[in-house]
């Protein structure tokens, strides 16, 4: 399984985002080659989800453009490759 990770703290951007840009990095691709966030998850939901909440602890995963995407309470994006078994 190959995975990738980015931190949206790092360039002060959106979850929604940070998550675009991470899987069009590691699809090789450019962000607006890939499905609308918004088929996957509701991206003003994933922005707020632990907007201001950074003492808290959590996560939240979802596929996206064939990635398992997980997020965490520090705004860190984790791909994990869904093509791998």
Do not use: K
């Not at 959590?58 to 453009?65: K, L, M, P, S, V």
């Amino acid at each position: 399984m190959s995975s990738s990770s980015a931190n949206d703290g790092d360039r002060g951007e959106s979850l929604a985002i940070a998550v675009v840009d991470a899987v069009a990095e590691a699809a090789g691709c450019d962000p607006i080659q890939l499905d609308p966030l918004y088929d996957a998850v509701d991206p003003d939901a994933l922005n707020a989800l632990f907007d201001g909440r950074r003492e808290t602890t959590g996560q939240f995963r979802f596929e996206y453009h064939g990635y398992t995407v997980v997020v965490d309470a520090n705004g860190c994006v984790t791909l994990e490759d869904g093509h791998d078994v």
